[in-house]
């Protein structure tokens, strides 16, 4: 499984490059460097915002944060930041991205498959005390977003919600989102 996320990993970053609008290879891997360090840093912020909203004591532990009562909430929370942080992201057409965002999104969707899948048993990572119904639901969301958000990255596909409703006095209603190739982002009919 290691393996095949290393090689899933490799594939994403070298068929969808950063390429700044300078041509500087350095000022774009710094760029892209400086990404990915947002993502993470997104990741742990959403960690502690939520703890301070349910009122929970954190400390720093490592690079991230820990509690004595963690609560779901808490524990979903960072990867939750990167899909909320990459659908933003997404927002943005792929040729004004530049290596800043690639860098970030990349790393989002990497930090999602890697905690869906290589550290989903971790006990003391964003899973850890979680049960293993609930490891297998959330791991199975979080690895279907990062994979449709590689794929929109990739093919610079909008996310248009929602493209089948249903109708109640011809009102829209929320429904099921599907992607198509418009250039716009659309909430109903």
């Not at 970030?104 to 006990?123: F, G």
Request: proline residues 4%; charged residues 20%.
């Amino acid at each position: 499984m290691k393996i095949f996320l290393l090689i899933c990993i490799l594939v994403l970053v070298t068929s969808c490059p950063a390429s700044g609008r300078d041509g500087s290879h350095v000022l774009d891997a710094l760029r892209f460097t400086l990404g990915a360090g947002s993502s993470i840093a997104t990741h742990e912020a959403s960690h502690y915002l939520v703890a301070r909203v349910q009122g929970l004591e954190v400390r720093p532990h490592g690079l991230g944060w820990e509690t004595n009562r963690p609560t779901t909430a808490f524990q979903m929370a960072g990867l939750a930041g990167n899909a909320l942080s990459s659908e933003f992201i997404l927002l943005i057409p792929r040729g004004a991205r530049g290596s800043f965002l690639n860098g970030w999104l990349v790393t989002n969707i990497v930090e999602q498959l890697t905690y869906s899948t290589l550290r989903r048993h971790d006990r003391k990572g964003d899973f850890g005390p979680l049960s293993e119904s609930k490891k297998r639901i959330f791991a199975a969301v979080y690895c279907a977003e990062a994979l449709f958000a590689a794929y929109r990255m990739c093919d610079d596909v909008p996310l248009r919600i929602p493209l089948l409703s249903k109708r109640l006095n011809h009102r829209p209603m929320i429904g099921i989102g599907v992607a198509t190739r418009t250039t716009r982002i659309s909430i109903g009919e």
